[in-house]
């Protein structure tokens, strides 16, 4: 605003030495104020962990698109067939591996949702005072002013082969050894070299590719270990506190 005079307004001063500064954390915080404050966290990690989930499934939709329509160019071109194919699959592993990244993303969220569900409102619903989890208060805390990845980029990829990708993999796979039926009498009477050329390259390298792919796959189902349920374990084992969150990321 200005005066009548069309000059700026003068506001009183005030002097840091003189006046005493606010401290809320002074007071006592009140039952309503907390109750206040947890539903609103609530409520504002329950839409990150939302907004993360809707990622993943785009993210497969991609892969299911790009599938159909690498299955159906192959399948109209079989001369081309075995290099679209394996084109796709190892696109399907990038999606993969894209996916795993938003899970771990959204795994974060979802263990910080899961907390406050068991901690606060299960004691809320059930009249009783005591939180299962002694501390929880304090480790949902540590994790907004430090927050940290629950699982490892590999765990991450194995939860998303296990509940989608590995019907989009096993499905190229048939379709992969299924080609032959399209190709001429002659190339299949060839043999291996005839089934599995491409172009100029020797038929043991197509061969390679599907097999080190598939070998990757089975090797991170088997040997990676398994994502317990936000239920079960929501953080990380005190001694090993998980890689850090880029701050970009946060």
Not at 214 to 243: I, Q, R
């Amino acid at each position: 605003m200005k005066d009548d005079r069309g000059s700026p307004p003068i506001y009183p001063r005030t002097d840091p030495q003189v006046l005493e500064r606010a401290d809320y954390e002074a007071e006592p915080l009140a039952r309503g104020e907390y109750v206040t404050a947890m539903v609103h966290l609530y409520r504002g990690e329950m839409h990150r962990a939302l907004e993360w989930r809707k990622r993943l499934d785009t993210t497969t939709h991609w892969a299911l698109v790009s599938t159909v329509g690498i299955l159906t160019f192959s399948f109209s071109n079989p001369q081309y067939a075995q290099e679209t194919i394996i084109t796709g699959m190892y696109a399907n592993l990038m999606f993969l591996y894209h996916e795993a990244r938003r899970f771990r993303f959204f795994d974060v969220w979802r263990s910080r949702v899961r907390m406050i569900e068991e901690n606060f409102y299960g004691p809320i619903l059930r009249r009783d005072p005591h939180s299962p989890m002694e501390g929880w208060g304090d480790q949902v805390a540590e994790d907004l002013l430090h927050p940290k990845f629950k699982i490892t980029r590999l765990q991450a990829m194995r939860a998303r082969l296990k509940r989608n990708y590995i019907y989009i993999f096993a499905f190229m796979l048939v379709a992969w050894m299924g080609r032959a039926w399209g190709l001429p009498a002659e190339t299949q009477r060839d043999g291996l070299p005839g089934l599995f050329s491409m172009g100029l390259l020797p038929w043991w390298v197509p061969v390679s590719l599907v097999i080190g792919l598939y070998g990757f796959l089975a090797g991170m189902m088997v040997f990676t270990p398994n994502v317990k349920p936000a239920e079960e374990s929501y953080w990380p084992d005190p001694e090993h506190l998980g890689e850090d969150i880029p701050s970009l990321d946060v």
